[in-house]
């Protein structure tokens, strides 16, 4: 009698496989743990056969200069750290000055000071005396000239912004159309600009031309910006003069920290 052969339908297969992972499914994790090691530790050899190719580590080199993947990725990482510490350093130092020191003389200094309370037209800034600060002194924010020292104690200072009418300083007009410069005295007006007194109307000015501050023995080696012509009208009371109005270079309310100009004596250098 010929034996019968039996035959498994593709659905028959397919019932079965689906029923059996049902029920590996519905096994609790413990049960399914279970089966995974006992998977790895009957089959680990065949497993790790291509494993331990690709992890094939040649022997290190006998050199001076050979330097392992680890230590060179540690290294690496080290190196990384250090290069954002010193642009965090860089980033720090300009937020706390905002100025670039571009007077070409030696015995200039800038003193940097925090801004700890502000009035109307004034700052009182965290240096003094103590720090070789005196009436008179330039201060500067973001690289502009802001003002000057006004009173001085042993640690804090007022500074007189120059949008004070207690503040007078003598300034430069940039005319660049005829490569000159016209000299005058700026003066606040208390209010949030300054004004440029007794400039004759022969002289071409206009709005949007820059105002510096003119270099002063013992006190600025050389320009700096003050702020720009806001308005340039015939003179009301005096029609043969400008009536010219300066608009800061900067906002005062946005300035945080200033910079001094301490200029030091030659014994000092």
């Known amino acids: 009698m010929a034996r019968k052969h039996f035959k498994l339908s593709k659905l028959t297969l397919f019932i079965s496989l689906f029923l059996f992972g049902c029920i590996l499914f519905l096994l609790p994790q413990t049960a399914t743990s279970k089966l995974n090691f006992a998977f ?87 240096r003094g005396s103590g720090d070789g600060l005196k009436a008179g002194q330039y201060v500067l924010g973001d690289n502009a000239v802001i003002g000057l020292v006004e009173q001085v104690s042993a640690d804090i200072s007022i500074v007189r912004l120059i949008t004070s009418s207690a503040c007078k300083i003598p300034v430069k007009i940039s005319a660049t159309d005829v490569n000159t410069y016209f000299n005058g005295t700026m003066q606040g007006n208390d209010k949030k600009e300054a004004v440029i007194l ?4 022969k002289y071409k000015l206009k ?62 250098l």
Request: proline share 7%; with cysteine; hydrophobic share 35%.
């Open 40 to 126: 790895i530790d009957i089959f680990g050899y065949f497993l790790n056969m291509g494993s331990s190719a690709t992890y094939y580590h040649a022997p290190q080199s006998a050199s001076p200069d050979f330097v392992s993947r680890q230590d060179y990725n540690r290294l690496q990482t080290a190196y990384a750290n250090l290069q954002e510490e010193l642009s965090e350093q860089k980033r720090q130092l300009e937020k706390l000055s905002n100025v670039r020191l571009t007077e070409p003389d030696p015995s200039t200094g800038l003193v940097l000071a925090k801004v700890v309370n502000r009035k109307e037209n004034e700052f009182i800034i965290n």
């Open 198 to 201: 007794n400039i004759p109307q």
């Open 207 to 268: 709005a949007g031309i820059n105002v510096y501050a003119s270099p002063k023995a013992g006190l600025l080696q050389s320009s700096r910006i003050v702020g720009r012509i806001s308005k340039c009208a015939p003179g009301e009371r005096n029609p043969v003069v400008w009536d010219i109005t300066v608009e800061p270079a900067y906002e005062f309310n946005d300035i945080t920290d200033v910079a001094v100009i301490v200029l030091k004596m030659p014994g000092q």
